[in-house]
């Protein structure tokens, strides 16, 4: 099985605040990973070092056995590694359809594509995934008016039109309605399994990630305090010491 | 592409009105002129403010430029441009009609050309900035040429350069550039609403809504911004071109950078018919154009007090403008609708039945 994601010692620190200190991790092809972690343990920060949002202090960041970790944002997210974001970013002002279309991947965009108008099979493919999460009717309503949950599950949908090859989700599940989290869990899982998209993704609810991620690392204080399967960082002494803010108290 | 009758109807009136004025109304024929070179200019903001959200004071840059080079270009053709500006008044240009309209052809391709040139340089400059520094840097950026073109003697500095004369009367003349100035408007208009439809269109509108998102999906901004601009640039550089040919005599900061007047008319009208739109601009720019004649007619004296009163009033009041007004009052006329298909199958069904 081979690596799409090798972070080998990665640190970045703001001023006096080592934010990722010596982060060494992998991201499994074809395969659901979880980062798990307290407030202000650097999991975001973890996942802007990766995307080429700031530049590293030390370390390397490998997507497919290629350095990344000198370019920008764009030119990693063309590679076919996207983010999501915490706080859900759409094109506010336009509706789903457009916001689905101006998503297609621009890896191999020439200066005629830039003029191009979208073929009706681009078109169909927007429809189609907008069907999947759920917002077909809404799919010409400007995006900024719909549901903060809504925005959300347009936001993972214009990534899956993207086709990437790796997804970091920020907290796919933070602020959906509770009902709709299984569905969204579901839809994680089947992008997954049916169009191989590698996932690797931020949590902060257990069961859900439990459920969800093969493998979990989890942070504290920008280091990795302890990995292993979903069962395993379950029981781990030291992530629910970290959780706990190192209280040791009992769970009810 | 297909349009509906009332589209039809409604281009039909608007090419009509535009062939005929000039005949209809032979005073007001350099009005018109100018008319048209208003919708441009709020079209080709539109473009930046609207469309991509990068709300420029200083497109007016390209409008001098193109205003400058146009100037020297026919000049040019058969004098010596600075021997010219130096004995002001003294070397008197005398074109046969053929070279005339040769020169000025010249000097419009090369206005055009020119001003797309400082576009891909001053793009690489300002596209650092955002928001409100992208404003201030480009109103820096226009100023300043005003400035610089001033202390330029080789085209008259301060003083300004006199445009070789239409050779023939001067109402033929009057009537010679309106029809520059409206098929200039056309065409601006019609490459915008094609640009608006492709992949162009969406991304720019991308930018404008969350350029970090865009840069996080992979969008190549800076390539569509430099576009942007520089699309802005090519007809602002011609407008001015043939803006300076209808006043006849060129200076910086009055004639070729008015940054407080046309520099700040081409935002205004934009706002004021709808930002983001595309007839938003065609409307806006005939409004304002309507009262700001309306005022300098009948308030002479108080013009510039109900300006400044009407701007604050769009600015506070009225920012959606006109167009972006009618989309809140009545979004299903823009095809903001819900769907009561919930999905694409039920939708290909209904069609084929």
Known sequence: ?252 | MKFSQAQVAGYAAVLAFGIAGPFLFPAYTIQLSVLWIMILFALTWDTMGGQMGYNSLGNILFFGAGMYICAIVQIAWAYDVAAYTSHAGAVKIDYTPEQYFSSLGAGLVAAGVGSVVFALIFGRIVFGLRGPYFAIGTLGVALAAGELVGTWDYVGGGGGITVPFYPGEATAGSTFFYFLCFPLAVASFIFLKWLYSTRFGLAINAIRDDEEKAEAMGIHTLRYKVLAWTTSAFFLGISGGIFGNIVGFIEPLEVAFPTVTFGIFMVVMSLLGGKGTLWGPVLGATVFHLIKETTWTYMLGWQWVALGALIIIIVIFFQQGILGWAQEKWPEKFGIVVDEDTSAEDSRREAAE
């Open chain 1, 1 to 252: 099985m081979s690596e799409m994601i090798e972070i080998e010692g990665v640190t970045k620190a703001f001023g006096g605040i080592v934010a990722n200190d010596n982060i060494t991790l992998d991201v499994p092809e074809g395969r659901i990973t979880g980062l798990i972690g307290p407030n202000g343990s650097g999991k975001t920060t973890l996942f802007n070092s990766i995307v080429g949002y700031h530049p590293i202090d030390s370390g390397s960041v490998r997507f497919e056995g290629k350095e990344i970790s000198k370019l920008r944002v764009p030119g990693i997210a063309r590679l076919g590694l996207l983010r999501t974001f915490q706080q859900t970013r759409i094109y506010s002002k336009m509706d789903c359809v457009h916001n689905m279309l101006i998503s297609v991947s621009h890896r191999h965009e020439g200066v005629r594509d830039m003029f191009s108008k979208y073929s009706p099979e681009v078109t169909e493919r927007a429809e189609a995934l907008l069907e999947y999460v759920g917002l077909y009717q809404k799919r010409r309503l400007i995006s900024g008016d719909l549901s903060f949950g809504q925005q959300k599950l347009l936001e993972f949908a214009m990534a899956l039109m993207n086709e990437p090859r790796v997804l970091l989700l920020d907290e796919p599940t933070a602020g959906i309605n509770p009902t709709l989290i299984n569905g969204l869990i579901d839809r994680l899982k089947r992008a997954n399994q049916e169009m191989g998209v590698t996932l690797f993704v931020i949590e902060h609810n257990m069961p859900v990630i439990m459920n969800l991620a093969e493998h979990i690392y989890c942070l504290a204080n920008g280091r990795l305090l302890a990995e292993g399967p979903p069962e395993k960082i379950q029981k781990d002494q030291r992530v629910i010491d970290a959780y706990l803010g190192g209280h040791s108290l009992e769970l009810h």
